[in-house]
């Protein structure tokens, strides 16, 4: 049986991509998240709502470096090869502010620099044709744009500046472009793809389960930047699992199977490649 890792599957796109993914009863999914007694309730609904026993959790706080380590080894310990890591967990700005007690701003940390280990660790237990997808979001590309200052900024000096999420995202982008990079350079069949949800007005990340009057006035003055949690888990789903998708690796896929370009300053090699030495470093992997 193949195995899928979703990190933040409690609740939102997590929870309802995992269902998905279950339902098919062809994959064992492991459900990573920070909440222990959330992430058994989301297990109970899941095995309730497809018949499929094989759905697991472990505890994973994507925000400390060290939850990461650890989970990365009580996984290999226990399942040994990964066939898909869905990197999705996310949290907002709105609601959570400062620095870890590891030293990085929380954002920073919880959205992209725990990915980034988590897949490093990961990477030598894929499948072979293993399948690896950040979820990035549109706002990496906000009303107004942004500007790269720097990863030192992002991880240390960001955490009062309302555009952390943006940037947050944006390295989720990077992320997946110098990792399909390298990865084709090698000579790997392993892909990794980055996947923009849009704006779900009904799940918890955007403020709750919002009543069906803030939903159409989101999705009415937000159209290109809207997704409804039905389609982008379905999407989701499909990415993750399906064969057509096969070979298919350093793509942004916007609210469906559909790919297009993410914005330009998303393919910036510099800002890439620095993004990358920097997490490295920051991770004690150089």
């Known amino acids: 049986m193949k195995t899928v890792v979703i990190t933040g599957a409690n609740s939102g796109l997590g929870f309802e991509t995992a269902k998905k993914i279950a339902a098919s009863k062809e994959y064992r999914v492991i459900l990573a998240c920070r909440n222990d007694a959330k992430a058994a309730q989301a297990k109970a609904d899941i095995i309730a709502a497809t018949g499929n026993d094989a759905v697991e959790t472990l505890r994973l ?135 923009n949800p849009g704006f779900m007005a009904a799940t918890n990340f955007s403020g709750g389960h919002t009543d069906k009057a803030r939903a159409l006035v989101v999705k009415t003055t937000m159209p290109d930047r809207y997704g409804e949690l039905g389609t982008s888990s379905d999407a989701l789903a499909q990415i993750a699992v399906d064969s057509r998708f096969d070979g298919v690796s350093g793509q942004y896929f916007d609210r469906s199977t559909s790919i297009k370009k993410s914005s330009e300053l998303s393919y910036s090699e510099g800002n890439r490649d620095e993004l990358w030495n920097k997490s490295l470093e920051y991770c004690g992997l150089r």
């Not at 380590?69 to 890591?85: P, Q, S």
């Not at 992320?175 to 990865?183: C, G, I, M």
Request: charged share 20%; glycine share 8%; proline share 4%.
């Open 61 to 195: 706080d994507t925000s400390l470096l060290s939850s990461v380590r650890e989970f990365a080894n009580n996984y290999i310990k226990a399942y040994g090869t990964v066939d898909v890591l869905i990197n999705n967990a996310g949290i907002s700005p709105m609601r959570d502010s400062g620095t870890t007690e590891e030293g990085f701003e929380v954002v920073f940390a919880t959205n992209y620099l725990g990915h980034f280990l988590l897949t490093q660790l990961l990477l030598p237990h894929m499948a072979p044709n293993g399948r690896i997808i950040n979820v990035s979001s549109d706002m990496h590309n906000p009303p107004g744009g942004i500007e790269w200052k720097g990863v030192g900024y992002l991880a240390h000096e960001a955490m009062i500046d309302r555009r952390r999420y943006s940037y947050s995202k944006l390295c989720a982008i990077y992320f997946t472009l110098k990792l399909d990079e390298l990865l084709k350079k090698q000579g790997s069949s392993i892909s990794v793809n980055s996947f």
